[in-house]
């Protein structure tokens, strides 16, 4: 990997992930301050506020992981990307205090549009780092913790909707249980397994981001939602318990 395919920007190993930080505020203010022009209640900030405390814990475990493998990750194009995309996890948070459904000034449609704006980023920022041979630590850590952070506070938002039942929480907390429970048994002694390829979780994941999509926006409506959500539940929970026995050794 040639310097020159980096962007020049290596942080310090304490407070690492300062930087980050930065990049993130800017258009996460800027986002908000949209999201308050097109009719977006003065109490959606309180949900910002929830989604970027989400969305910092995200940058903060990523920064930290890269930071044991390298003292100076460098911050990329594709990581910028990745920082956008946790920059939506934020303003996405707005809607677990306002309806995503039914915003003021007829922009029932914003939640749903974050969420697509997210999507659409977790497709770019891993082609652009391979496309600039720029591939990090960093920017895949960035990539997985801000992925299951936005699981989460999607999933919650679609259930403080009512577009979806509030098992689907199980969708968005399986992945932090599962973290959780891998690092409790290393800091125990006790060994943990790496994961072999499976050809389902892909599926599995694209229909979860599809499911929960169509949870924040306007159509099909709470029903459909409710009754698509409930059933994206069943293999996504399974395929994280079958994970979690493979992890720990017991299948």
């Known amino acids: 990997m040639a310097p020159t395919d980096r962007v020049a920007c290596r942080f310090p190993i304490a407070g690492g ?13 800027l986002g908000a301050a949209g999201l308050l022009a097109v009719g ?40 910028a990307v990745t920082i956008l995309r946790a920059s939506a996890l934020a303003l996405l948070g707005a809607y677990l205090v306002v309806d995503p459904t039914a915003t003021a000034g007829g922009n029932g449609g914003l939640a749903g549009g974050l969420f697509a704006l997210y999507a659409g980023g977790d497709a770019t920022d891993g082609a652009v780092a391979r496309a600039t ?14 992925d299951g952070a936005t699981v989460l506070v999607g999933a919650a938002v679609a ?3 009512g577009a ?23 800091r125990r002694g006790l060994p943990t397994h790496e994961l072999r390829p499976s050809r389902l979780r892909r599926p599995i994941g694209a229909a979860t981001m ?22 994206v539940t069943v293999p996504v929970v399974a395929s994280f318990v079958r994970d979690w026995l493979v992890a720990s050794g017991r299948l």
């Open 17 to 29: 992930w300062l930087p980050l930080v930065a990049l993130w505020a800017v258009p996460t203010g």
């Open 40 to 79: 977006l209640p003065t109490v959606g900030l309180g949900g910002v506020a929830l989604g970027g405390a989400v969305a910092l814990a995200a940058i903060r475990v990523a920064a930290g992981r890269a930071r044991e493998s390298d003292g100076g990750e460098p911050v990329t194009a594709a990581t």
């Open 133 to 146: 041979d720029a591939v990090t630590e960093l920017g895949a850590e960035l990539d997985v913790e801000v």
């Open 159 to 161: 259930v403080v909707a």
């Open 164 to 186: 979806a039942p509030v098992a689907f929480l199980a969708v968005g907390l399986a992945r932090p249980v599962f973290a959780y429970g891998l690092r409790r048994r290393r």
């Open 210 to 231: 599809l499911a929960t999509w169509l949870a924040l926006s306007p159509v099909p409506g709470a029903g459909a939602s409710r009754l698509f959500t409930a059933a």
